[in-house]
């Protein structure tokens, strides 16, 4: 089924995903333009791995030339840190400059619950269960105090946003801070994790009986929130093609800006590996 | 009488007098208007549907190129030096810009700064009004009125098709031989910093690390009621509240004067108002791409013109001689430094930050 346009938030995206999956990490060359040269085309996966080379899709605010600087200050923070392909629901480890830290360094690991931001504003925030007690942080991805990003665990959640695990119960937040890597299996396709998580009692921090989360058990409440939740839906939304239209950037942008960036980040790629090669032979 | 004012960066300001002379005053001057100024000459050509052939179209835009190509850069040669030399009390050109964006930097222990992305348009020097002549003008007899003449240099940038323009707008330009412009601007220049007509003014005219001051049109935010015009508090959501949420309430004694005063706050129409940010730094320049990045933010929505000029703020003025009149690039073919970083901020490609 081809797809109009790029949208993360429907979840049509995660059935694509596999589809498309098992073409992964092999860029497409384009037949060719008037001018007769072959055309580099990103593979289309980069538009779930790299989300934030995609601009803010607000028209009144957009502007190529700084879109394009942008990108270069991206990819150049690029080369110093690696900044690795993640999902929310993966399990990360980040390390951070801290004054105030023993160390010097600081390193939280937690589950990636949301993301977003675009360009150097780009965010994303990992949760853990401390001592009991539930602590979140936000990093800014391109910050120049974070040392290292390390995914422990490469895997998706039925969900884009898992804000439901504040009220959920502590053990699907808890991760063990001295967490080791975990090899994948299949290096080509990236696992979505079934989990359904079960929230405690009420109250909760948000209505989530209202919010159609697949990765969520039964919710057992009485009729009347169910019938209130179908009341206040927006069901015509999914027919909206111009709505989504407006949240997303077009195909054929989406294709120029990856293009743009897709040769810089394979060199990146090749140089970290030969790095990583060269220090086990080293070990050897 | 305290009371308190919502300024214009949206920072409450708490004033120990209301002063309802100058408020007086001030309210009956006029801020905006839909149309230029009297003496403006009529500047876009009504469109009319010319059938024209692509042919023809393009025959023509090829003698538009033509009649436009041959004009070569000034260089700094091409200017007598002895005349233009540098001193505290100069004042240079400034140069017209579009507000391109923010983006997010940060500096070398970590903190993050907020710097707004300034793209320097294809600025040329179309005129210079010499003081004497300037002062007989309306606005410079205002300006100077208690002090010494200084001229007045046009600058133009955007070049665009004559075809969108009248010939009296065209005529302005035809004299210098350019493109005609899509924006005009006037900057005070002292008379050693002139500059002949033709001169191209880039991003190299500015300096890493000086204060700049940014002059836009603020965002237009159309009609809007007390509360956020001017920062009242309105009336509660709840406890019975009838008709009172976002209502300016009284609007005077009913003692004093008897009437409501000049000035009086109440809805109407915000933003779209001439207004200067002073004292920017200027943090990083781009020659390549002619960009400028100054920490802040300046008036004026995205993609908005705005000029720049040299910081006004006497303590934030130029102790060393900056380029004067203008940055000329070098004559012997040496490229300059493509991307200018201040010392003060942490460059993309340099290790990560380690306090």
């Known amino acids: ?284 | 009488m305290l009371s308190i004012v919502f300024h214009k960066r949206r920072r409450l300001v708490r004033r120990l007098f209301f002063n309802h002379e100058q408020v007086r005053t001030m309210s009956r001057v006029k801020r905006r208007t839909t149309h230029p100024p009297y003496w403006h000459v009529l500047k876009n050509n009504q469109r009319q549907d010319e059938k024209i052939s692509s042919d023809n179209l393009r025959f023509v835009r090829e003698v538009i190129q033509d009649k436009y190509k041959n004009k070569s850069p000034i260089k700094g040669s091409d200017l007598d030096i002895e005349k233009k030399e540098w001193d505290p009390k100069t004042k240079r050109s400034g140069v017209i810009a579009r507000n391109i964006g923010v983006q997010h930097m940060w500096e070398k222990d970590g903190k993050k700064v907020v710097c707004t992305v300034l793209h320097v348009l294809d600025n040329h020097v179309i005129r210079y009004v010499p003081p004497e002549e300037y002062a007989k003008s309306i606005i410079g007899a205002k300006v100077f009125r208690n002090r010494k003449p200084l001229g007045c240099l046009v600058v133009g940038a955007e070049a665009a098709n004559p075809d969108r323009f009248t010939r009296q707008y065209c005529s302005l330009f035809s004299e210098v031989g350019l493109l005609p412009k899509k924006r005009l601007a006037r900057f005070i220049v002292t008379p050693n910093a002139v500059l002949p007509p033709c001169t191209p003014l880039t991003a190299g005219h500015f300096v890493i690390g000086q204060a700049v001051d940014v002059y836009g049109k603020t965002i237009d935010y159309g009609f809007q009621g007390v509360v956020k015009r001017w920062g009242f508090k309105g009336g509660p959501a709840s406890h019975g509240a009838t008709k009172f949420h976002r209502r300016g309430g009284t609007i005077g004694t009913g003692r004093d004067k008897a009437r409501v005063w000049p000035g009086q706050k109440m809805p109407g129409h915000m933003g779209s108002e001439r207004r200067f940010c002073r004292g920017l730094k200027i943090v990083r320049i781009n020659m390549k791409y002619n960009v400028i990045y100054v920490k802040g933010t300046v008036p004026g929505p995205t993609n908005s013109i705005v000029q720049i000029f040299d910081t006004l703020l006497p303590r934030r003025k130029f102790t060393e001689a900056p380029p004067h009149p203008t940055y000329f690039p070098p004559e012997d073919g040496t490229l300059p430094q493509e991307d200018i970083w201040d010392s003060s901020l942490h460059v993309f490609g340099s290790p990560s930050i380690s306090v």
């Open chain 1, 1 to 284: 089924m081809r797809q109009l346009f790029a949208n993360r938030t429907s979840s049509i995206l995660l059935q694509e995903k596999c589809d498309e999956a098992d073409e992964k990490s092999v860029s497409k060359q384009k037949p060719g333009d008037e001018s007769g040269n072959t055309v580099v085309v990103a593979p289309p996966e980069f538009r779930f791995m790299y989300p934030e080379f995609l601009p803010d899709p607000a028209m009144e605010r957009r502007n190529r030339l700084k879109e394009k600087l942008e990108r270069i200050d991206m990819l150049q923070r690029r080369s110093v840190v690696e900044i690795p392909e993640f999902y929310t629901g993966s399990v990360m480890a980040v390390t951070v400059a801290d004054a105030n830290s023993p160390n010097k360094f600081a390193r939280f690991v937690g589950i990636c619950i949301q993301r977003g931001g675009s360009g150097l504003r780009a965010w994303f925030i990992l949760r853990n269960v401390v001592d009991k007690q539930g602590v979140e942080i936000l990093y800014e991805m391109y910050c120049p105090l974070i040392q290292k990003i390390e995914v422990l665990r490469l895997e998706r959640r039925l969900d884009e946003s898992l804000l439901y695990l504040r009220d959920a119960l502590p053990e699907y937040s808890t991760f063990p801070l001295d967490m080791e890597p975990e090899r994948r299996l299949n290096n080509s396709v990236v696992p979505i994790n079934p989990l359904k998580v079960k929230l405690r009692p009420r109250p909760w921090l948000e209505r989530w009986e209202r919010q159609n989360l697949q990765g969520v058990e039964d919710l057992n409440l009485p009729q009347r929130f169910y019938d209130k939740a179908e009341k206040v839906a927006k069901p015509w939304e999914k027919y909206d093609l111009m709505l989504q239209y407006r949240k997303t950037i077009p195909a054929e942008e989406q294709e120029k800006i990856f293009s743009d960036v897709h040769s810089q980040l394979q060199q990146q790629e090749f140089k970290r590996k030969m790095r990583r090669r060269r220090g086990t032979d080293n070990e050897q």
